[in-house]
């Protein structure tokens, strides 16, 4: 007879998941006493030799607000043809493709060994990959050559119709063109001021559907469904260009970085705008390939130390803040950081856009503001 144990090793094969609790906590009480909270590690496109690929869409839950996929913990109803989400309780009818559905005849989707399942979908391919760079220029003359480096190397690594872009920050904000030919174009910003994406919008001469001004603009998209950017927008969009256009000037761009010039006073810290840095990012992408799948790979080698999204002043015989500070509550800056970073975060939710920070220095870096605000 199978064991608990063997009941669990067996679920984490078959669908590649694995809890740090086995058990979930039966009242609230239990719950605030947990010592490691409630969380999962999953494997995402986890190899399994019998997992059979369904050459068809999923059926979905009816209810907008819900959107759940059709599986094997759902009720079913053979006489009605109808099943019950089991999230929102939402009772959905089959479609007419599973009109012989019994319990002898089921689907894919509803055997129980297959509770994870891949689907390939038959609608339109979906929009290319969007990479949009954010790179700290206040770093070690050593440290910004090795990042340099890592990002020359990487751009081999990603497809060449994905595309690409290049923001760098100090005590300003550069957003960089890469459709500029001959010379390298960038646009400035206060690394002080907090800017809308309408502002950035308006700022950049960037049209609504993507395309710079002056360009043909790609068709609009629906709110909600995911983007699919046509060729004019890819040529028109001077800030984000596919790889395989942009990759010589790219790498000729990244040669010529050079550590932030602002000067920087015996016994302060550099001016490093990490907030307006990624708040112009976001809102890049939010007025050009809103609803499209995007990713903001932020480097980042110290605190923020002006703007929005501060940690730290620029003051080295101030430190950043101590645990025992952020334990009482005590911690400038903490609380309009957080809400900062988790606007942002926010916003790029909705718009199906990741952010990864890529964070190394000997002091703090102030991830903890970012970290509490659902970032990846």
């Known amino acids: ?36 909270p409630l969380a999962s590690l999953y494997t995402p496109l986890k190899e399994r030799a019998d997992l059979p690929p369904l050459q068809y869409d999923p059926v979905v839950c009816t209810k907008p607000q819900c959107r759940a996929i059709l599986n094997p913990y759902c009720q079913v109803d053979f ?11 939402q009772r959905n009818p089959f479609p007419q493709q599973y009109a012989g559905i019994s319990e002898q005849n089921l689907p894919a989707e ?17 929009a290319l990959p969007v990479f949009l760079i954010v790179l700290d220029i ?18 081999s690594l990603l497809p060449p119709n994905a595309l690409i872009g290049l923001i760098t920050f100090g005590k300003m904000v550069q957003v960089h063109e890469l459709g500029a030919e001959g010379i390298a174009k960038s646009y400035v910003f206060r690394g002080t001021k907090d800017l809308t994406a309408k502002q950035i919008q308006d700022m950049l001469g960037i049209g609504k559907s993507g395309a710079a001004a002056g360009q043909q603009p790609r068709m609009q998209q629906p709110m909600g469904q995911p983007g699919h950017p046509q060729t004019s927008s890819l040529s028109g969009n001077k800030f984000l260009q ?49 609803n499209t799948g995007g990713r903001i790979m932020m480097f980042i080698g110290g605190p923020g130390s002006q703007g929005p999204g501060q940690v730290v002043d620029d003051e080295l015989k101030n430190p950043i803040r101590s645990h025992h500070a952020i334990e009482k509550d005590n911690a400038r800056w903490m609380r309009k950081a957080m809400k900062h970073y988790e606007a942002l975060a926010n916003r790029s939710a ?14 703090q870096t102030g991830l903890l503001h970012c970290i509490n605000s659902n970032f990846c």
């Open 110 to 126: 509803l055997i129980p060994q297959f509770s994870t399942i891949e689907y390939t979908l038959m609608r339109a391919t979906c």
């Open 242 to 290: 596919p790889v395989h256009k942009c990759d010589m000037a790219l790498t000729d761009l990244l040669q010529e970085i050079q550590p932030d010039p602002w000067p920087v006073a015996q016994g302060k810290r550099p001016l490093r705008s990490t907030g307006a840095a990624l708040s112009i990012a976001v809102g890049l992408l939010e007025c050009t390939y809103p």
């Open 350 to 363: 909705q718009n199906g856009h990741v952010i990864d920070l890529y964070s190394c220095s000997l002091d």
């Open 1 to 36: 007879m199978a064991t608990f144990a063997d009941f669990i090793q067996q679920q984490e094969d078959q669908d590649g998941v694995r809890f740090s609790w086995n058990m979930w906590p039966s009242s609230r009480l239990e719950a605030t006493r947990m010592v490691i």
């Open 138 to 155: 206040c770093m070690e003359e050593e440290d910004l050559q090795a990042v340099k480096e890592s990002l020359q190397m990487s751009l």
């Open 79 to 89: 006489r009605s043809r109808v099943w019950v989400c089991p999230f929102c309780f």
